[in-house]
Nanobody, 120 residues
């Protein structure tokens, strides 16, 4: 059973920082693209940041320059460093692993989510 386990969420004041971690097990981690998504109450889940198996990254415009995604293939872990946090960053953050073959089949896994609350 594939598992993605997030950690590192919590309560932080505006302007503060948090680092989220997502540890993966029972997948060939290095071939997967890894992403962080978030869902605020009453809103749709949205992509925050994604890193491909080759290390290419992309970010939502709202977090560019503040958040950094990285991966450690030796530890089967992806990270999200979040700086200069704003109240609008408050959401449940989910880790995602996805892999698509050239033939078009897709594997897609989600973690259980970790709450991030930015408030004074």
């Amino acid at each position: 059973q594939v598992q993605l386990v997030e950690s590192g969420g919590g309560l932080v004041q505006p302007g503060g920082s948090l680092r989220l971690s997502c540890a993966a097990s029972k997948i060939f981690f290095s071939i997967y693209a890894m992403g962080w998504y978030r869902q605020a109450p009453g809103k749709q889940r949205e992509l925050v940041a994604r890193i491909t198996s080759r290390g290419s990254t992309n970010y939502a415009d709202s977090v560019k320059g503040r958040f950094t995604i990285s991966r450690d293939n030796a530890k089967n872990t992806v990270y999200l460093q979040m700086n200069s946090l704003k109240p609008e960053d408050t959401a449940v953050y989910y880790c995602n692993a996805d892999y698509s073959t050239a033939a078009g089949s897709k594997s897609d896994y989600w973690g259980q989510g970790t709450q991030v609350t930015v408030s004074s």
